[in-house]
């Protein structure tokens, strides 16, 4: 019996690990916006290579912890080459392994980039804040965390 449950709390860590991200590829952006429909979402671009990214991660834990009403999407933005299990493994640390997660798969980001927004060319951290009636605000560098309050609580 010990060593039955010896290996399943082993075990546990690879269990609550986080699923591996969804590939973004091009034509997948009209998808992922239609399965948040009428629902307020936070679309937030990063990357493991991008320092100012990993360091707002944790703002990003806190305010998923808070605003479970809103729908909250990481959408990893490095070249296809980074391996999704360093991508997984960055957002298990920063506690946000149970978030819906996407990652850059095109082998042409400027043309998903394009897809997901014309004005954006790939700059990170970049932001999509997407209202009930599908109206889109982009943050393009660090998100003001009392400005992203303030959207998702219109009076």
């Not at 990063?46 to 999407?73: I, K, N, S």
Request: aromatic share 8%.
């Amino acid at each position: 019996m010990r060593r039955a449950l010896a290996l399943l709390v082993a075990a546990l860590p690879a269990i609550a690990a986080a699923a591996e991200p969804r590939p973004l590829a091009r034509g997948d952006w009209a998808a992922l916006t239609a399965a948040h429909a009428g629902r307020p979402a936070v679309v937030h671009f990063w990357g493991v290579t991008c320092g100012p990214c990993l360091a707002e991660l944790p703002q990003w834990h806190a305010f998923a912890a808070r605003r479970r009403d809103l729908d909250l999407v990481m959408v990893d933005a490095d070249p296809p080459a980074v391996a999704p299990e360093d991508i997984v493994a960055t957002l298990d640390r920063a506690g946000l392994g149970n978030v819906e997660s996407w990652r850059f798969a095109d082998a042409d980001n400027d043309r998903l980039e394009y897809e997901i927004d014309p004005r954006w060319h790939g700059e990170l951290p970049y932001t999509l804040l997407i209202g009930r009636d599908g109206k889109v605000e982009p943050i393009l560098g660090a998100v003001d965390f009392a400005t992203l309050e303030r959207w998702s609580h219109p009076q």
